[in-house]
């Protein structure tokens, strides 16, 4: 069992930055590759960036690559989500997850979801 706490979702405007973190407890955090889904109103869950168990590969959407950084702190059972140059369409409830096995982008493929933290972006 694994459980996991997002943190540090509000409000922007268009073009500022926010920095998600998402704490990890209940099993060996460092043995776990992570993963960051968004969900908008009335849209499917989608992929936003995943990175590996030691932090050594990432991959991101493309609607976020250059803008997104994922990273963690095996030491802190923390995974981070810095998110800078935010976009109105970046609005959504984000969300993150434990991979388990399969495509890095499939929500089928991580077995434990946090509760969510909303970003709200203002243009």
């Known amino acids: 069992q694994v459980q996991l706490v997002e943190s540090g979702g509000g409000l922007v405007q268009a073009g500022g930055s926010l920095r998600l973190s998402c704490a990890a407890s209940?099993?060996?955090?460092?043995?776990?590759?992570m993963g960051w889904f968004r969900q908008a109103p009335e849209k499917e869950r989608e992929f936003v960036a995943s990175?590996?168990?030691?932090?050594?590969?990432?991959y991101y959407a493309d609607s976020v690559k250059g803008r997104f950084t994922i990273s963690r702190d095996n030491g802190k059972n923390t995974v981070y989500l810095q998110m800078n140059s935010l976009k109105p369409e970046d609005t959504a409830v984000y969300y993150c997850?434990?991979?388990?096995?399969?495509?890095?982008?499939?929500?089928?493929?991580?077995?434990?979801w946090g509760q969510g933290t909303q970003v709200t972006v203002s243009s």
């Open positions: 209940g099993r060996t955090f460092s043995n776990m590759a």
């Open positions: 997850a434990t991979h388990s096995s399969g495509s890095l982008s499939y929500t089928g493929a991580y077995a434990y």
């Open positions: 990175i590996s168990s030691k932090g050594s590969v990432t």
